[in-house]
């Protein structure tokens, strides 16, 4: 009963952690009437407790702080307190303002340690084992929850992951209906006995990272299995957006028309029609795949609902010192792809605002392949919202991962994240550390008409395009003026593929890899497969 009491109490940064009869001060005085009380006792009972210098979770052993960037350190204390913190032959003194928090500003360190963070008030904190090196926020779904134990190859990758360098902050999932001030984790080492509960998505980020720029790693982990993006992003920044303001109404609504009773009751009736369902398709002999009904969740608490995630699991974090961001989300979004730009590009600058870092790198897992393969030249669906993240290029500093290769028709959470983190650090390597590398597979670029032909041009080509897998190029599919697309022939040209077929003599558009598991093979040399694209991309975009 105590701890649901504290997590429903959601509109506090500090839980009222009161066991009736234990720790009621009320409660304690009648435990106790009849008896003769020490005057200290008495005195104890009466007199207001000093609290204790407090750090935030992330501020914890094991830690790792960004280098070369001033280093933000925060808490709490009594309102006035004195509170010095000391790092690496520097120290700052601040005191704490009315409401009780205090913060300072370290000046930049390189990579290394460890060093010993040290907090003195009243009371004394020194975290132990503080490494400097390079920091990445890492959150989405269920693809960047997935750990470590359930991918590829865990015994293999279990037995290598002795890299004392490469820690993980993990934040424990939970929703709030306003920013709270911090979130609940540890830092964790990573060794073959804790790498199995790492976000597999991150570490093998983290892993090449560590490995290719020799420096500590620290990972901060925030994701939650089928949550939507809004839930990611501040009521600000999605009030800020008008094309979000709808989806914010309809939350608000629903929120002030919750019954308990009514959800329930149409609940059953909806897992009774279910269960009727699966009897009569099992009864037949058909295959049966309507998804069972979920049990109603009171939106003012859902992980589901606008803010919800941003407030409990991102807003904590803010500002601690990171280099840049990692994302792996947007199944749970693929009903609304058009949106999903405008949420995708609120969320981003949302979070930059915050940080007050600038335009920190921002990097997307662009979504693998998935279901049943392309049969038609274009199949709507994943395909859209891949283009969301093609799109999100616009912005600055941001970069995607091209997953189109690395997919499972049968499982929406393939296994190969070893790949997906390999390419998520490929573009981090290349952009963000100005290594001599290709950020990744080929980028649409732009189209032009050569007779009845198109000729498509890309970025990122790298040594050269290439067929993955051999001739012919597969996954185009072209249309005339009356939007009818058919299978069609492509081969590269130098730099360019040129598309064709012999009854589309008027092309006007090309699709590549339209569809949500599509039969595609288009590559550069280094070994990295292009994006899906579509030329007829729409006139109004949210990166425009």
């Given at each position: ?28 005085m ?22 204790d ?50 913060s ?17 008030g ?18 989405g ?10 991918c ?8 290598a ?8 902050f993990?934040?424990a ?23 199995g ?41 999605q ?35 279910w269960k ?46 990171i ?18 730009g ?5 969320m ?34 994943w ?44 573009w ?77 003599l ?7 890899a339209?569809a949500?598991?599509?039969?595609c ?6 070994g ?17």
């Amino acid at each position: 009963a105590w701890i649901a009491r504290e997590e429903l109490f959601l509109g506090s940064d500090r839980p009222q952690r009161m066991i009736p009869g234990i720790f009621d001060r009320g409660a304690l005085m009648k435990r106790f009437s009849g008896f003769w009380l020490a005057p200290w006792v008495l005195l104890a009972a009466s007199a207001p407790a000093a609290a204790d210098v407090r750090l935030p979770s992330p501020f914890g052993d094991h830690m790792v702080l960004q280098r070369d960037l001033p280093i933000p350190v925060w808490g709490w204390a009594d309102p006035g307190e004195q509170v010095t913190v000391t790092l690496a032959s520097q120290s700052r003194t601040t005191a704490a303002d009315p409401s009780g928090r205090w913060s300072v500003r370290l000046d930049p360190l390189k990579a290394g340690g460890p060093h010993v963070l040290k907090v003195q008030g009243r009371n004394t904190i020194e975290r132990q084992d503080v490494l400097v090196g390079e920091v990445w926020l890492c959150s989405g779904q269920s693809n960047m929850a997935m750990t470590v134990s359930g991918c590829l190859n865990f015994q293999e990758e279990s037995k290598a992951a002795d890299f004392p360098g490469i820690r993980m902050f993990t934040a424990a999932r939970k929703t709030a209906g306003e920013p709270q001030t911090d979130v609940p984790g540890e830092w964790k080492v990573c060794t073959p006995q804790t790498v199995g509960a790492f976000s597999a998505a991150a570490y093998f980020f983290g892993r090449r990272i560590h490995r290719e720029l020799e420096v500590p790693v620290g990972l901060l982990h925030s994701s939650w299995g089928g949550t939507p993006i809004q839930a990611w992003t501040s009521w600000k920044a999605q009030e800020e957006n008008a094309m979000l303001v709808p989806l914010l109404e309809s939350f608000r609504k629903a929120a002030e028309s919750w019954d308990p009773e009514k959800a329930k009751e149409r609940y059953e009736k909806q897992l009774a029609d279910w269960k009727a369902a699966e009897a009569k398709a099992k009864e037949e002999g058909k295959p049966f795949k309507m998804r069972r009904p979920q049990a109603p969740q009171d939106p003012r608490i859902s992980p589901n609902s606008p803010a919800r995630l941003y407030n409990a699991m991102i807003a904590p974090l803010v500002p601690y010192g990171i280099r840049g961001a990692i994302w792996y989300q947007g199944e749970a979004n693929a009903g609304n792809a058009a949106l999903y730009g405008y949420q995708l590009r609120a969320m981003i600058e949302g979070w930059r605002k915050d940080w007050s870092q600038g335009d920190f790198p921002f990097i997307s897992v662009q979504l693998p392949n998935f279901m049943a393969l392309q049969m038609k030249p274009v199949e709507e669906g994943w395909a859209a919202i891949r283009e969301q993240f093609l799109l999100s290029l616009a912005l600055p500093n941001t970069g995607i991962a091209v997953t189109i290769d690395v997919g499972e028709a049968e499982d929406i959470h393939p296994k190969n994240k070893q790949d997906v983190g390999f390419r998520l650090a490929q573009w981090a390597l290349a952009r963000t550390y100005s290594k001599p590398l290709v950020p990744g597979g080929p980028l649409y670029r732009g189209m032009r008409r050569d007779g009845a032909s198109i000729v498509l041009e890309f970025d990122c080509i790298g040594s050269g395009l290439e067929a993955k897998g051999g001739e012919p190029l597969k996954g185009f599919a072209i249309c005339g003026p009356d939007r009818n697309f058919v299978w069609a022939q492509a081969r590269i040209v130098g730099d360019t593929v040129v598309v064709s077929s012999p009854g589309v003599l008027d092309p006007t558009a090309v699709r590549y890899a339209w569809a949500n598991n599509p039969v595609c093979n288009l590559a550069n040399k280094d070994g990295f497969p292009a994006s899906p694209f579509r030329t007829d991309r729409p006139e109004q975009n949210a990166f425009k």
